[in-house]
Every structure is written in structure tokens, then in C-alpha cells.
């Protein structure tokens, strides 16, 4: 079956560097862009941006055109997030999704904490 | 960017009856290819969303037909019929028309 296994919870100082993993199976992952979604604590859903699994080719949402890196490693089926210089208002969950299909991983909770 | 509107921001409802949300746009969603690339979902307490309905008014694979999807343009109705005790959650309209992609504010639906 279908699913988007992420990595573990993380907790991290302001200005230091993390790196979530998103590893998919049950179908051919170039077959599908993946998406970030990004979400705070107690708030809704913000869209972070997709990358194209064929090219590699980031597209970023506003909000996310500095500090975030959208990366792949197709022989391994799995896409990446990357933090830069991280911020207490980075402390949220992350999503990454199958796009289009409707399939999410389980989320990664980030706390940026000195 | 465009913006979409949910209405209500929560919802009360009792088992069994039916339970109605809204969801407008700032722009019409219909994209140049024909379709409208509006979708709805349900992010159940501690979970991750899941998709309920895709463009506008196809359930996705193992939803009930309980969710009706319906609207065109920038006016858009997911409807709930018969509410359940496992549809409480708070539900996300997403358009995948216009760039960047973008969320509905939520509605939290309540079970009375």
C-alpha cells in the first residue's frame, strides 16, 4: 500500500540547521510531485511548496523562499526538508503529501527552543 | 494569492442530522484546462488530513458517500450528511488551481 513514512520529532536551537526525511513506497515515486505543509501549533494548514520529483525543481510558497531547501534522493524514494538558521516561529509540524493522490506522511513536530 | 473564505469557523451538530460547509475564493478556480482544482479535507484530532474530495465533487477512494462535494466558480459546499461520531474534525478546503496553492482557514466540526 500507499505510504509517506517521515523521520522523528525533532528539538533544535534557534540558528542551527535540521534536515526532515520523507520516504515514500507503493508507487513509483517520480510518478508524483511531493508537497510541504506546514503546521503551527494549534493552527491550520499553510502550504509550503512542491518539488518535482522527474527534474528535482523546487517551486516555493512566499513565505518559504529563504531558509528552506526542498531536496530528493530518487534511487532511495525519499524527499526532503531542510531548515536553515532556524527560527522560534519554525516550531510546528510538517507534512509532506503526495501530489496529487492524497497521501500524507505522519508528520514531523519541530520545536525551536534556547 | 487567492484567498479562501470557510464558513463557519465551527459547527455543532447532532449524530444523524446533516452538517454543511462553505468555501469561497477570491478567484474563480476553474483552471484552463477545464477542471477545478478544489479539494476538501479532514484533519481528525492528532492526525494528518485526509482527503476527502477532489476536484470539487469526487470522493476519494474509501470516503463515504455521507460527503457530498458540490460548486463551481468560486463558491464551493462540502455536505455531511447523517454525521457520524468519527467525522469530527476540523475540515480544510485547498485550491491546487492558482500559484501558490492554498488553505481554507478551517472549520472545526463539533459532535453535540
Known amino acids: 500500500q500507499i505510504q509517506l513514512v517521515q523521520s522523528g520529532p525533532e528539538l533544535k536551537k534557534p540558528g542551527e540547521s535540521l534536515k526532515i526525511s520523507c520516504k515514500a513506497s507503493?508507487?513509483?515515486?517520480?510518478?508524483?510531485?511531493m508537497q510541504w505543509v506546514k503546521q503551527a501549533p494549534g493552527k491550520g494548514l499553510q502550504y509550503m511548496g512542491w518539488?518535482?520529483?522527474?527534474?528535482?525543481?523546487?517551486t516555493y510558497a512566499d513565505d518559504f523562499k529563504e531558509r528552506f531547501v526542498f531536496s530528493l534522493e530518487t534511487s532511495a524514494s525519499t524527499a526532503y526538508l531542510q531548515i536553515n538558521n532556524l527560527k522560534n516561529e519554525d516550531t510546528a509540524t510538517y507534512f509532506c503529501?503526495?501530489?496529487?493522490?492524497?497521501?500524507w506522511g505522519q508528520g514531523v513536530m519541530v520545536t525551536v527552543s534556547s | 494569492d487567492v484567498v479562501l473564505t470557510q464558513t463557519p469557523v465551527s459547527l455543532s451538530v447532532t449524530l444523524g442530522d446533516q452538517a454543511s460547509i462553505s468555501c469561497r475564493s477570491s478567484?474563480?478556480?476553474?483552471?484552463?484546462?477545464?477542471?477545478?482544482?478544489l479539494e476538501w479535507y479532514l484533519q481528525k484530532p492528532g492526525q494528518s488530513p485526509q482527503l476527502l474530495i477532489y476536484?470539487?465533487?469526487n470522493r476519494f477512494s474509501g470516503v463515504p458517500d455521507r460527503f457530498i462535494g458540490s460548486g463551481s466558480g468560486t463558491d464551493f459546499t462540502l455536505k455531511i450528511s447523517r454525521v457520524e461520531p468519527e467525522d469530527l474534525g476540523v475540515y480544510y478546503c485547498?485550491?491546487?488551481?492558482?500559484?501558490?496553492?492554498?488553505f481554507g482557514s478551517g472549520t472545526k466540526l463539533e459532535i453535540k
Open positions: 503529501a503526495r501530489a496529487p493522490g492524497g497521501y
Open positions: 507503493g508507487y513509483t515515486f517520480t510518478d508524483y510531485a
Open positions: 518539488i518535482n520529483t522527474q527534474t528535482g525543481k523546487p
Open positions: 478567484q474563480s478556480l476553474e483552471y484552463s484546462d477545464g477542471y477545478t482544482y
Open positions: 476536484e470539487v465533487s
Open positions: 485547498f485550491q491546487a488551481t492558482h500559484d501558490p496553492l492554498t
